[in-house]
T-cell receptor, first 109, second 115 residues
């Protein structure tokens, strides 16, 4: 069975401070990993995906297959980063996403 | 391109009543998903369609939930009869096929409250 765990429900940081959102997964294979974000009053949307190995809005995520983790990081948080963040995995393109429980990030001025 | 459309946005019903939700995916997207998101949890897949065929409905409570996508475009999700534990946000998402289907595009959701 596939499972995604986000241990922190809430992360509160000051503007300009680093932020790291933890994500651990269990899956018997090589899944594709994603981070989705939901800003206030907006739809759930893709932030970044492991296969693209890109940095979006200053965020990066490193896949550690040994530790089965896919933590999301940003060196200098901005107030506009305040949102709900969901880690998700899928076994292949066109398949369902399995989401973690989400982490709410609050960036204080 | 226009996004995924859902209606209604909010619905309040009493337990044992029935309710239906509608979703119109992004034009040209062959794959459509219905997710249930209970407060404080991440979305969980209920059913996935490819065109008008069901790909995965393993987590759909089939004794009370049903869904259809008759013409391979828009879709409806029905609950009959509703239970208190069905209170949740119901999200519809769509995607392309092939390698482009990694990204799913979500609608605004329908918030259902069962009293």
């Amino acid at each position: 069975a596939q499972r995604v765990t986000q241990p922190e429900k809430l992360l509160s940081v000051f503007k300009g401070a680093p932020v790291e959102l933890k994500c651990n997964y269990s899956y018997s294979g090589s899944p594709e990993l994603f981070w989705y974000v939901q800003y206030s009053r907006q739809r759930l949307q893709l932030l970044l995906r492991h296969i693209s190995r890109e940095s979006i809005k200053g965020f990066t995520a490193d896949l550690n297959k040994g530790e089965t983790s896919f933590h999301l990081k940003k060196p200098f948080a901005q107030e506009e980063d305040s949102a709900m963040y969901y880690c998700a995995l899928t076994k292949a393109a066109g398949n369902k996403l399995t989401f973690g429980g989400g982490t709410r990030v609050l960036v204080k001025p | 391109e226009a996004g995924v459309a859902q209606s209604p946005r909010y619905k309040i019903i009493e337990k044992r009543q029935s309710v239906a939700f509608w979703c119109n995916p992004i034009s040209g997207h062959a794959t459509l998903y219905w997710y249930q998101q209970i407060l404080g949890q991440g979305p969980k897949l209920l059913i996935q369609f490819q065109n008008n065929g069901v790909v995965d409905d393993s987590q759909l409570p089939k004794d009370r939930f049903s869904a259809e996508r008759l013409k391979g475009v828009d879709s409806t999700l029905k609950i009959q009869p509703a239970k208190l534990e069905d209170s949740a946000v119901y999200l519809c998402a769509s995607s392309h096929t092939g390698r482009a289907s990694y990204e799913q595009y979500f609608g605004p959701g329908t918030r259902l409250t069962v009293t």
